[in-house]
């Protein structure tokens, strides 16, 4: 199953889910798909889905439930004892670049939990080498989610949760369409005090860097910050947009394809998620390392419950 190097992931359930070839991962997902049904898109989920990947702090901060303290903000006495606490204890590095470095999205992915697996310290900063773009699909609630892909001279803005083992097995439930792995090698230098991390563990897409029509590669999302970024940088409108037009016809608009997806999963994904998919340009960095995992058969209600699944 693991090694000592590795969180510990002991659900047999998740562990199958990891193990997935492409074939049967994707068996997998029509069945999620299947059992999803129709669902209204009201103007904030519309607005939700093209405000991805959310609002949160700029800078390093720790979240203790509903509270999130930006780390200079507080005493520097607080601080030192704070990156200490969290950072030389039984917790993990898990890199973040979309959704789960925002405050909103980790307090519902966590909500359950009680005590320590309440609290993340979110230490922000640079993930050097690559960049942030769009994995080649939509998710259930309408974006189009972020995923690395390889980009030299690039420093692109992330973060390093600093996660329970109970956390780190929650969030990698949460991230369906991702592969779970360490980028061995990779260097991420965080804002407190020049902190420097090599190979952070990290999830990246099974369905790759959404690449738009016409497109020599991957964009990147406008809304993650880099510097030296070679690739250009689409909003989470103009990507639905394309992905739009490459399904469901010209003229049609971002909010046309999350109206879909809300009204029918089930049927874009069957009708026009082998397009979508085919858009993808896999994850390359030579230093990946993936999760070992093995286990049972997943279910299908093998989904976290109470989460919306990326």
């Known amino acids: 199953m693991t090694d000592t190097h590795w969180p510990p992931i002991e659900d047999p359930q998740l562990l199958a889910r990891l193990a997935l070839d492409d074939a049967g991962f994707l068996a997998y997902v029509e069945r999620l798909m299947t059992a999803l049904g129709a669902r209204e898109c009201p103007p904030e989920l519309l607005e939700r889905a093209l405000g991805y990947p959310w609002a949160r702090p700029a800078r390093s901060y720790l979240l203790r439930g509903e509270d999130v303290s930006v780390l200079d903000q507080l005493p520097r006495e607080e601080v030192d004892r704070t990156l200490a606490a969290y950072t030389a204890g039984e917790r993990f590095p898990l890199l973040a670049f979309g959704s789960n470095a925002a405050p909103v999205q980790l307090q519902a992915k966590l909500a359950h939990f009680t005590g320590s697996d309440r609290d993340v310290l979110v230490l922000a900063g640079e993930l050097h080498g690559f960049d942030v773009g769009a994995s080649s699909h939509p998710t259930i609630y309408g974006s189009m989610p972020a995923t690395l892909f390889a980009s030299p001279g690039t420093a692109v803005r992330a973060a390093v949760l600093w996660v329970t083992a109970t956390q780190f097995t929650q969030l990698t439930w949460t991230e369906i369409s991702y592969r779970l792995g360490r980028l061995d090698g990779a260097r991420f230098t965080g804002d407190e005090r020049a902190y420097a991390l090599d190979g952070p563990l990290a999830f990246v897409s099974r369905f790759g860097a959404y690449r738009p029509s016409g497109a020599p590669g991957p964009v990147a999302l406008a809304a993650i910050p880099a510097r030296g970024r070679t690739a250009p940088a689409?909003?989470?409108?103009?990507?639905?947009?394309?992905?739009?037009?490459?399904?469901?016809?010209?003229?049609?608009?971002?909010?046309?394809?999350?109206?879909?997806?809300?009204?029918?999963?089930?049927?874009?994904?069957?009708?026009?998620?082998?397009?979508?998919?085919?858009?993808g340009l896999p994850f390359a960095f030579a230093g990946w390392t993936p999760y070992p995992a093995d286990g049972v058969a997943p279910g299908d209600d093998a989904v976290a419950p109470g989460n919306p699944p990326t």
């Open 234 to 279: 689409w909003t989470q409108e103009e990507l639905l947009a394309d992905v739009a037009g490459r399904t469901l016809g010209p003229g049609t608009t971002a909010a046309d394809l999350v109206r879909r997806i809300f009204a029918d999963a089930d049927g874009f994904v069957r009708a026009h998620g082998a397009v979508v998919r085919a858009a």
